[in-house]
């Protein structure tokens, strides 16, 4: 059974501070993604990547960053929290050959 | 890029009744259309999902059509009951090739006892 793990469930940040989401997957999936959900807007994709130290911006990638040193792990990094960015973030992986997205249970960020 | 839209926002249906969520996409590039359901506080998960090479695909209860003219897939959902009720997802991409799924806005799907 896949899974997906993110680190911090619940976090409360302070505007202007580096916040880092942890994302790691069990099944060598090649391509992982960063979503964020907020009721009205559905999941949008913030930046993913297909390979190892590779990265492509999403639809909203402004105010983030990510990083994949490993297979398995996929970091969203906010430079400086800003309070538009509490929201709910998903993590999620997907096998190259593979036709199912497997998410992770959500971070729920709050900045204040 | 891809744009999803989906319709409607919330539904209510009675225990039993049949439910229909629509979404229509832009990109006729796409080929791959899958359905997400989300229970509260839960991860999304994949209930269901078609290719542009099949007209209608069918698992038990639930069922996903697809008109590639007119660019809109549906999703059906018989003999509803309580744990139905969840937020649905729709998506489209291109697989294989440019993996980025392109989510819909949710559907609130709420059955009544």
């Known amino acids: 059974d896949v899974k997906v793990t993110q680190s911090s469930r619940y976090l409360v940040k302070r505007t202007g501070e580096k916040v880092f989401l942890e994302c790691v997957q069990d099944m060598d999936h090649e391509n992982m993604f960063w979503y964020r959900q907020d009721p009205g807007l559905g999941l949008r994709l913030i930046y993913f990547s297909y390979d190892v130290k590779m990265k492509e911006k999403g639809d909203i990638p402004e105010g983030y960053s990510v990083s994949r040193e490993k297979k398995e792990r996929f970091s969203l990094i906010l430079e400086s929290a800003s309070t538009n960015q509490t929201s709910m973030y998903l993590c999620?992986?997907?096998?190259?050959?593979?036709?199912?997205?497997?998410f992770g249970e959500g971070s729920w960020l709050t900045v204040v | 890029g891809e744009n999803v839209e989906q319709h409607p926002s919330t539904l209510s249906v009675q225990e039993g009744d049949s439910a229909v969520i629509k979404c229509t996409y832009s990109d006729s590039a796409s080929n791959y259309f899958p359905w997400y359901k989300q229970e509260l506080g839960k991860r999304p998960q994949l209930i269901i999902d078609?290719?542009?090479?099949?007209g209608e695909k069918k698992d038990q209860r639930i069922a996903v059509t697809l008109n590639k003219t007119a660019k809109h897939f549906s999703l059906h959902i018989t003999e509803t009951q309580p744990e139905d009720s969840a937020v649905y997802f729709c998506?489209?991409?291109?697989?294989?090739?440019?993996?980025?799924?392109?989510f819909g806005t949710g559907t609130r799907l709420t059955i009544i006892p």
């Open positions: 998506a489209a991409s291109r697989r294989f090739g440019n993996e980025k799924l392109t």
């Open positions: 078609i290719r542009s090479n099949v």
């Open positions: 999620a992986s997907l096998a190259a050959a593979g036709n199912t997205i497997y």
